[in-house]
């Protein structure tokens, strides 16, 4: 099993950029592919971005390409969201998955899920 941790969420103005961070507990880190999730109030959660085991596959959702860059650091078990250009309607949940099989982009497909950090962009 591994255990995930968010941080970073915030409340931030349009136009502004944030960071978000996950940490995962297991030194096997380097085995799971990982993504981002969302889910804003009333709203189902949705698929924003995916990274592959080594970190050079990534797949973006269209509503966040060209603002949003995932990345990892499997020295350190972390994978990261940078966020720029927000927009009001990024405000959401942001959640970590991880998966041992190749990244998806349903929910379905991920096994392990940290808490969540809120991100709330002001107009």
């Known amino acids: 099993q591994v255990q995930l941790v968010e941080s970073g969420g915030g409340l931030v103005q349009a136009g502004d950029s944030l960071r978000l961070s996950c940490a995962a507990s297991?030194?096997?880190?380097?085995?799971?592919?990982m993504a981002w999730f969302r889910q804003a109030p009333g709203k189902e959660r949705e698929f924003v971005a995916a990274?592959?085991?080594?970190?050079?596959?990534?797949y973006y959702a269209d509503s966040v390409k060209g603002r949003l860059t995932m990345s990892r650091d499997n020295a350190k078990n972390t994978v990261y969201l940078q966020m720029t250009s927000l927009k009001p309607e990024d405000t959401a949940v942001y959640y970590c998955?991880?998966?041992?099989?190749?990244?998806?982009?349903?929910?379905?497909?991920?096994?392990?899920w940290g808490q969540g950090t809120q991100v709330t962009v002001s107009s």
């Open positions: 998955a991880a998966t041992e099989t190749a990244y998806g982009l349903a929910r379905a497909e991920y096994g392990y």
């Open positions: 297991r030194r096997t880190f380097s085995r799971y592919s």
């Open positions: 990274i592959s085991r080594s970190g050079v596959s990534t």
